[in-house]
């Protein structure tokens, strides 16, 4: 996906449909080359074309797990490295399924003694090989697709710890704060995990934002802070404020933080 197409994406992501007119008079290309950028995230199932220009793939379908290992990569790994500035050596955490939280996972390496409770196969496979760590798999049934875990087994599991940190991902954050999903039975560990630690991180990338998904998890007010790669939209900062939740935005010039909390 090269950067146009990105900023296509992002476009038609907080407006839900883009025409080609405009989208051509907007980065000053022809309408065959908005058209061939189309064609092209349509086949991996980011948009869906419409008569005369783009708009939201489907709310209830997620997009490939091969496609969102890449899809904004460098921005979560900018979210990342700062979740990981934010846990303390000798931590217990939860991490839960998807792309953002392997990064996560990737950037707390270097950490010495956490203990990582996971239903995310990934997860466990990128840090296991840190001796310090003790790593917890919760039971369940495997997802082929991503190596998540989940079920009643996965949450029963998770309902017998009390860790420091809960660290999520989501795959959308509707304009009244709600944090929406695909998978029920994802949504149903996430929320487990939720009421089972005593701070909860949300990392989430700028596309979550006003993304279309069905399933719904909870509120952002139930978060502790909030890690994402560019300012909210404005009505979800007034969320974050009126709440006191912390928002940390890791963006490419800089890492910004606002509202912060004296428990983060």
Do not use: W
Not at 21 to 41: G, H, K, P, Y
Not at 106 to 132: E, F, M, W, Y
Request: hydrophobic share 40%.
């Amino acid at each position: 996906m090269n950067q146009r197409q990105q900023e296509i994406l992002s476009l038609v992501q907080h407006q839900g449909f883009v025409s080609i007119e405009t989208l051509a008079q907007n980065f000053a290309v022809t309408s065959q080359t908005i058209r061939r950028d189309i064609n092209s995230l349509c086949e991996q199932e980011l948009l869906t074309r419409y008569h005369g220009g783009a708009g939201l793939s489907s709310s209830v379908e997620n997009v490939e797990y091969a496609t969102r290992q890449v899809m904004h990569l460098e921005e979560k790994q900018r979210i990342a490295k700062m979740t990981a500035a934010h846990i303390p050596d000798k931590a217990s955490i939860f991490i839960n399924i998807g792309t953002t939280t392997e990064e996560i996972a990737k950037a707390l390496q270097d950490h010495n003694g956490l203990r990582i409770i996971t239903n995310n196969l990934n997860v466990a496979a990128i840090l296991r090989s840190n001796p310090s760590f003790e790593i917890i798999m919760a039971g369940g049934v495997v997802r082929q697709r991503d190596g998540g875990i989940t079920g009643e087994a996965t949450i029963d599991f998770i309902r017998q710890f009390k860790v420091d940190f809960g660290i999520i991902g989501i795959s959308s954050i509707d304009i009244d704060g709600t944090l929406l999903d695909f998978d029920y039975h994802e949504v149903r560990v996430a929320q487990a995990i939720i009421e089972n630690s005593r701070q909860i991180f949300l990392a989430a990338d700028h596309s979550k934002f006003e993304r279309c998904a069905m399933v719904r998890l909870g509120n952002i007010t139930q978060v502790d802070a909030l890690f994402t790669d560019q300012p909210p939209p404005a009505h979800i900062a007034e969320i974050l404020a009126e709440t006191k939740v912390s928002l940390f935005t890791a963006e490419a010039d800089s890492l910004k933080i606002a509202y912060p909390t004296e428990a983060i």
